[in-house]
């Protein structure tokens, strides 16, 4: 794959930037900017996981405050829920922004 880098387009309505040749992008780049997707794809399923077993503390807590009639236990468990939820979610979009990084290199 040989990645290239480039100057932006001209400015609507203003004057043109110079026009440069693309230069390859050196091999030291590309490595640090291969690990950084890694390491955010690493990161995102690391989210999507912990966020999943946050959802199932929860929702375990949740239940037994509901089963016990403590209403206090059943609150804190819903929100655990919501918090895994969050996370999880984020885990999902930190993965597949690392992704479409990767992708469009």
């Known amino acids: 794959m040989n990645l290239v880098c480039t100057e932006p387009p001209p400015r609507p309505g203003g004057g043109s930037l110079p026009h440069t040749t ?6 030291d780049l590309k490595d640090r900017v291969d690990d950084q997707i890694d390491h955010e794809k690493n990161e995102g399923r690391k989210d999507q996981a912990e966020g999943a077993w946050e959802q199932a503390k929860g929702k375990t807590k949740a239940a037994v405050g509901d089963l016990t009639g403590d209403a206090s236990m059943e609150a804190e468990g819903k929100m655990q829920d919501a918090q895994g939820e969050l996370q999880r979610k984020a885990g999902n979009l930190r993965a597949e922004a690392a992704k479409q990084a990767d992708d469009a290199l």
Do not use: G, S
Request: avoid cysteine.
């Open 22 to 27: 693309p230069t390859p992008m050196n091999d």
